[in-house]
T-cell receptor, first 115, second 112 residues
């Protein structure tokens, strides 16, 4: 299957700082990328959907000013957690899809810990 | 909100046995997908089954889909310790935006 990478794989930061997570599709052009967060022993919760060159669509309850998403190219999407707080600590996973409905390919995830 | 409900939430079996996990959903779908997640890792795509398909195989995996009952099952035959992971079903709804809706997952433990 296609490969999606995330960077960094883990990050620890102080409360109040901003953290950027990158998601890259390495061997295909992703028309759509998705960002999820996952709490321990729980399922994935979709945060937002981003299409290349357009604004992200956020799920209900997700603060768009808090979680900034930029999908600048067909192979790169970034999630910036602004002014992070301990409650933002979570596992963030991106996925990418080429074309219409079909398989999504997931990145390995980024573990964010906010002290 | 999560559409899929998976059953059981946790399953522990002996190596070599078969493992069956079930997924139910509420709305009409285009397809249903099964993923595996090892602890602390990303998701690995296992199988996609379309709404007009009833059964699909991939190696030791067998997936069934019953759209009349809005349910799917994942069978892992001859389980191995390496199959220990969480398994999620995800549905692609016919209505609305093209985004997957994940179930709560089944935590599978294979005991050697």
């Amino acid at each position: 299957g296609a490969v999606v990478s995330q960077h960094p794989s883990w990050v620890i930061c102080k409360s109040g700082t901003s953290v950027k997570i990158e998601c890259r599709s390495l061997d295909f052009q992703a028309t759509t990328m998705f960002w999820y967060r996952q709490f321990p022993k729980q399922s994935l919760m979709l945060m937002a959907t981003s299409n290349e060159g357009s604004k992200a669509t956020y799920e209900q309850g997700v603060e768009k000013d808090k979680f900034l998403i930029n999908h600048a190219s067909l192979t790169l999407s970034t999630l910036t957690v602004t002014s992070a707080h301990p409650e933002d600590s979570s596992f963030y996973i991106c996925s990418a899809r080429w074309g219409g409905r079909g398989e999504q390919f997931f990145g390995p995830g980024t573990r964010l810990t906010v002290l | 909100s999560q559409q899929g409900e998976e059953d059981p939430q946790a399953l522990s079996i002996q190596e070599g046995e078969n493992a069956t996990m079930n997924c139910s959903y509420k709305t009409s779908i285009n397809n249903l997908q099964w993923y595996r997640q090892n602890s602390g890792r990303g998701l690995v795509h296992l199988i996609l089954i379309r709404s007009n398909e009833r059964e699909k195989h991939s190696g030791r995996l067998r997936v069934t889909l019953d759209t009349s009952k809005k349910s799917s099952s994942l069978l892992i035959t001859a389980s191995r310790a390496a199959d220990t992971a969480s398994y999620f079903c995800a549905t692609d709804p016919q209505q609305g935006a093209q985004k997957l809706v994940f179930g709560q997952g089944t935590r599978l433990t294979i005991n050697p």
